[in-house]
């Protein structure tokens, strides 16, 4: 398991027992407003969770000071792999937001995947409305870099016609990123 450490987070792989902690964050509607919806019954978020755990794009955000997950962060590589590019994204628990903690664990992994994963180039994507999301990708420096109209369906009208969004594309390089100093990273068996 690999841990970065930031001055108050742990961004860790997701483990299976992380589902009750998911689950209380991805079954709000107001944490989901931006998002493809999720199964959140018992039974599918411990099936979620473990495997989720098996892969290596979805990252755990804890509390150092309590243990408690509060969010993930996505960190999937994009093809063709030789671009060298990973795409990120982000859902935390609204108990947390505004605190900073969204910007404090993306810019960990994004120092980790530009450092250690051979990352060329990171992108992220959001509706333009959600305006938290887009100001956590400019903290980090992310450029905008495009904005495309009705090109992402990720809900549907009652009928099943889909709800069509606009998106922002933001995006940093490898060679742009200014690094963190602060963190420690290590691997866990």
Not at 60 to 75: C, N, Q, S
Not at 120 to 134: F, T
């Amino acid at each position: 398991m690999t841990i970065i450490e930031t001055e108050r987070l742990y961004v860790r792989n997701v483990k299976p027992g992380d589902w009750k902690d998911m689950q209380e964050y991805l079954s709000r509607e107001e944490v989901m407003r931006f998002e493809s919806p999720w199964d959140t019954s018992d039974e599918a978020m411990r099936n979620t969770a473990a495997e989720l755990a098996k892969g290596t794009a979805f990252w755990a955000v804890e509390l150092k000071a309590t243990g408690k997950m509060i969010g993930h962060v996505y960190l999937g590589r994009e093809q063709p792999e030789k671009f060298l590019t990973w795409m990120i994204g982000y859902i935390f628990n609204n108990d947390f937001h505004g605190k900073g903690y969204a910007t404090e664990a993306c810019r960990g992994l994004m120092d980790h995947a530009f450092r250690n994963m051979g990352a060329h180039r990171i992108i992220g994507k959001c509706c333009p409305e959600n305006i938290p999301s887009w100001k956590v990708m400019e903290r980090l420096k992310m450029r905008r870099e495009g904005f495309s109209l009705r090109c992402a369906a990720i809900r549907d009208n009652d009928d099943g016609s889909p709800i069509w969004w606009d998106e922002y594309l933001y995006a940093m390089l490898a060679d742009e990123w200014p690094g963190n100093g602060s963190l420690s990273i290590r691997e866990m068996d």
